[in-house]
């Protein structure tokens, strides 16, 4: 049985920073890409970022570019999303997801941040950002 479990999440100011975390059990972790997603209320989940097996391919929405980072040890079977610079528009339910999917572009093949590729996800933790 694959279970995906998140945590980190919490109210913060504008301008701070939350780190969430993820763990997978039940699954061969290395061969799974691993995502972000987040849903606000009334809105549609959107991929965040994500990350390729190996951990040297990422991709980002630009909302989140140059503020979100995302990271995997694969020796601990963890993903990691750094969160700075948070905005209240940041404000969602967020989802730590792994896909088998790859997307190819430019020659290279790609990690996916759509939900129509994610195989397993996880409960979500509450993001809120306070103005």
């Known amino acids: 049985q694959v279970q995906v479990v998140e945590s980190g999440g919490g109210l913060v100011q504008a301008g701070g920073s939350l780190r969430l975390s993820c763990t997978a059990s039940g699954l061969t972790w290395g061969s799974y890409n691993m995502a972000w997603f987040r849903q606000a209320p009334g809105r549609e989940r959107e991929g965040v970022s994500c990350i390729s097996r190996s951990g040297r391919t990422t991709s980002w929405i630009d909302s989140v570019k140059g503020r979100f980072t995302i990271s995997r040890d694969n020796a601990k079977n963890t993903l990691i999303l750094q969160m700075n610079s948070l905005k209240p528009e940041d404000t969602a339910m967020y989802y730590c997801?792994?896909?088998?999917?790859?997307?190819?572009?430019?020659?290279?093949?790609?990690?996916?941040?759509?939900?129509?590729?994610?195989?397993?996800w996880g409960q979500g933790t509450q993001v809120t950002v306070s103005s």
């Open positions: 997801a792994a896909s088998s999917t790859d997307t190819y572009s430019g020659g290279r093949y790609l990690c996916s941040s759509s939900v129509a590729h994610v195989d397993y």
